[in-house]
């Protein structure tokens, strides 16, 4: 949460004075301050991907425009003083980190970054946690219940003997 | 002894019955041998790896000795068999997570197989991701014999539209969980494939499953 909070307010500074800005921003990932919040941190090619921000204060109209995803509008949404927007990764659209710049009247202009992967999978799967048994317990409660077999065992032979010789 | 007085049973209250001490004779064995033979999930042997001169998807593949089967439009996959291994599980959707790695199913549902749901559908055209758990924390997973799998057993899949892809298995892997081969095993493929994925390897209780078994298959029928 640390990393999250110090690159959103490097990307609104770097927001606030017009420059994009993309290693930074793509260090900490889509930031998710007033200035820019985008909905999905890896798009994939033929997603949509969603934008909202703050920046445009009162205003009811922003535009914006994505690398790879070309212009949209950002209207009013369901919260006060927010504006969101939306578009779509082309197919075929090569992986990697991309830029997306909002502007509203008088001359406010945010920017951020969304990731577009490949939309395969990547890296080994976490499907297994090693089954419980613990070989120590289960080892001592079976040698318990053979040396109490054995007991038993040696209980009634001598009982029998004992009985066969009265 | 008075004369004509009954004979005293000298034995004391408890006498342990012949079952019950067959009991715990035999339960006493039985915990003895299963914590000695430690119960690993089976794992690959390297005749079931591809062999060295080949790559997945090349002539190496089952579809080259089977007459061409025409893949099936997407439909979700709704149960998972594998007859070598006894396996009949029904399947759940599963997603990726923020660095992009597939999500098992739920810990709570060790029975169910699952499948990468933005991905190719069992029976389509490209490469169809399915996973399941080898073991949980109470015992064996649907996957827990995955390893013992050969090269020519079959994985039938049945899809929501009713059709059954059948896939055969051209190959069984153990890859180090550090150096997963992304692109060999999700990477796309002209012909319907498909990749099942469990957890193994070295096990250790600190860092748990030390590699993946990859079931490599490709589409040889339909029923």
Redesign the interface.
């Known amino acids: 949460m640390r990393i999250k909070c110090a690159g959103a307010g490097i990307g609104l500074v770097l927001g606030a004075v017009g420059l994009s800005g993309p290693a930074a921003a793509a260090a900490s990932g889509p930031s998710s301050d007033s200035g820019i919040h985008i909905s999905t941190r890896h798009a994939v090619p033929g997603s949509t991907v969603r934008v909202s921000t703050r920046a445009c204060g009162s205003e009811t109209y922003g535009k914006g425009e994505a690398e790879a995803g070309g212009q949209f509008h950002l209207f009013p949404g369901a919260r006060t003083g927010v504006l969101t927007g939306e578009f779509q990764v082309p197919s075929g659209t090569e992986p990697g980190a991309y830029t997306v710049t909002l502007k509203c009247p008088p001359r406010v202009k945010v920017t951020g970054t969304y990731l577009v992967g490949t939309g395969n999978p990547s890296g080994s799967v976490d499907a297994g946690f090693g089954t419980g048994n613990d070989k120590g317990t289960q080892l001592a409660l079976g040698a318990v219940l053979l040396a109490g077999a054995a007991a038993g065992g040696a209980i009634k032979m001598r009982r029998r003997l004992a009985g066969a010789r009265t | 002894m008075a004369p004509g007085d009954e ?1 005293v049973d ?2 004391p209250a408890f ?2 019955s ?1 079952k ?3 009991c ?2 035999l ?10 033979r ?2 690993q999930p089976p794992q690959p042997s390297t005749a079931q790896s591809f062999s060295p001169s080949l790559r997945p998807g090349l002539s190496n593949t089952a579809s080259a000795h089977h007459p061409s089967v025409s893949a099936l439009p997407p439909s979700d996959p709704v149960r998972l068999r594998v007859p070598a291994i006894g396996v009949n599980a029904p399947m759940t959707e599963l997603t ?1 997570d ?5 999500r ?1 199913p739920p ?1 709570d549902l060790p029975a169910f197989a699952g499948w ?1 749901g ?2 190719t559908t069992p029976g389509s055209e490209g ?1 169809a ?1 399915t ?11 649907v ?1 827990y014999r995955l390893g013992a799998l050969a090269k020519g057993d079959t994985i039938e899949i049945t899809r929501a539209d009713r059709q059954t892809a059948v896939f055969t298995v051209d190959a069984v892997e153990l ?1 180090d ?1 550090e150096a ?1 081969p ?1 692109e060999k095993v ?3 493929s002209p012909r319907p494939e498909l990749r099942v ?4 390897g070295e ?1 250790a ?1 600190e860092t ?2 030390q ?2 078994v990859v079931v490599f298959a490709t589409l040889t029928a339909v029923t």
Do not use: R
């Not at chain 2, 923020?98 to 597939?102: K, Q, Y």
């Not at chain 2, 996973?131 to 997973?141: A, F, I």
């Not at chain 2, 994925?197 to 193994?200: D, K, N, R």
């Open positions: 004979p000298s034995s006498t342990p012949t019950f001490l067959a715990a004779l339960t006493g064995l039985m915990l003895v041998i299963t914590a000695l430690g119960g990726l923020e660095t992009g790695a597939l098992p810990a990468y933005d991905g490469t991701v996973t399941g758990h080898v073991d949980t924390q109470e015992g064996p997973g996957f890859y969980k997963f992304d999700y990477g796309s994925i469990t957890c193994g096990y209780e748990g499953y590699g993946n």
